[in-house]
């Protein structure tokens, strides 16, 4: 993929110039944000089909991912996760709020300048066969979305082009005549990353794009993913509910619950030291091959998420923390900076550790 390598290249070469002095590293630069970002899904009732509610799916959301990082997302069904991803990718609207691309808004752009920023853009779905049209073949979808976003001038270089992309996700250029029911989930998986990077984008969404394959092909579709990252000079956000995987793929992370960030962290610190209740849960409830340590190091939370709809005043998830206090109930958990580069949304800032989630015991210390 010479030529969409030095297409790529270029642009990049550009931007670095424009902020750095040249022989001199670049400090790191904000890719994509997001600010108070909301997206509200109404709910219509009576004969006259007027709003008697929302699903408030994502509720003031404020995340940076940085040039270059992988910037893993991680929260359990339902917590907004995708809704965050659609409104990035301008796939949805947004309530209110707004979403930046290499420091410009785009929130409410469209037409031609929405197009050029989705160049840049680009998102690889949790269901490949779904996201691939059934009626196109492999070298169709590839060549399209090229000439359609003017990355390639003639048919000729199209075709070449995307034979070399499929040989660079691991496929063979045969298999671009062939259609998609022809193809394994792990070999879908592969076409639509080859069809995400036929544009050149310097931001690529990752939207669980491993949970519906075998665990020997998720390894190998991760692998790939960190491989091409790093000859491309891509930034990834990595949406995901296993933790496992998004310890294996991200440099920061950041934990969701019930439409809000609870939690960020660089992953290092994240595993070794979560400082939100929800986020011990969750890395708790990771796997433990010893039987001996797996009951003893598992945290666990009791009661069911609240409804979207109906959100409970205060800290949202008071219900299911056993260091609730009537402080929780009444006000609203600031989201502060308790360590560098460590944020959470809490009154207090926990030194937890699994057995004390258990039983509601610790030290409840104010954030500085």
């Known amino acids: 993929m010479k030529n969409v390598k030095h297409t790529a290249m270029e642009g990049r070469g550009a931007l670095m110039q424009s902020n750095g002095s040249p022989g001199k590293p670049s400090p790191p630069r904000t890719l994509v944000e997001t600010r108070n970002l909301y997206k509200w899904f109404p709910i219509k009732g009576g004969l ?7 699903v408030r799916a994502v509720d003031g959301v404020t995340l940076s991912v ?14 907004g996760k995708t809704t965050v991803a659609r409104v990035i990718m301008k796939l949805t609207p947004a309530t209110k709020g707004q979403v930046f691309f290499d420091g410009v808004d785009i929130t409410r752009e469209k037409g031609q300048s929405l197009r050029h920023h989705r160049r840049k853009m680009q998102m690889v779905f949790q269901d490949p066969y779904a996201s691939l049209d ?10 399209e979305t090229m000439r359609i976003n003017r990355v390639v001038e003639t048919r000729r270089e199209a075709n070449r082009v995307a034979a070399r992309l499929i040989e660079i996700v691991g496929l063979n250029p045969d ?15 592969r076409i639509a990353v080859a069809r995400a990077l036929a ?27 960190k491989q091409l990252q790093s000859e491309l000079e891509l930034t990834y956000m990595f949406i995901s509910h296993n933790l496992s995987v998004i310890k294996h793929m991200s440099d920061r992370v950041a934990v969701m619950y019930l439409g809000r960030i609870v939690e960020v962290a660089s992953t290092e610190r994240l595993f070794a030291h ?5 986020t011990l849960a969750l890395l708790s409830a990771i796997p433990d091959p010893d039987p001996s340590t797996r009951d003893a190091n598992r945290a666990v939370i009791q009661g069911d998420v609240p409804s979207p709809i109906n959100i409970p005043p205060g800290c949202r998830f008071r219900g299911r923390c056993p260091y609730a206090t009537q402080k929780c109930a009444d006000e609203f958990p600031p989201y502060v900076e308790v360590e560098p580069s460590h944020w959470i949304e809490c009154h207090y800032d926990l030194d937890l550790d699994p057995g004390e989630l258990e039983r509601g015991k610790t030290d409840l210390v104010p954030p500085p």
């Open 274 to 278: 979560p400082k939100h209740p929800y």
């Open 175 to 189: 298999h671009l005549a062939r259609y998609p029911h022809e193809f394994s989930g792990g070999q879908r998986q």
């Open 199 to 225: 544009v050149n984008p310097e931001f690529v969404l990752l939207d669980e794009p491993t949970s519906s394959l075998d665990v020997s092909v998720q390894a190998q579709i991760l692998n790939l993913l």
């Open 48 to 54: 006259l089909g007027r709003t008697v509610g929302n």
């Open 66 to 79: 940085i040039r270059g990082e992988t910037f893993g997302l991680v929260g359990e069904s339902g917590s």
């Open 134 to 143: 059934p009626r196109q073949s492999v070298g169709s979808a590839l060549t």
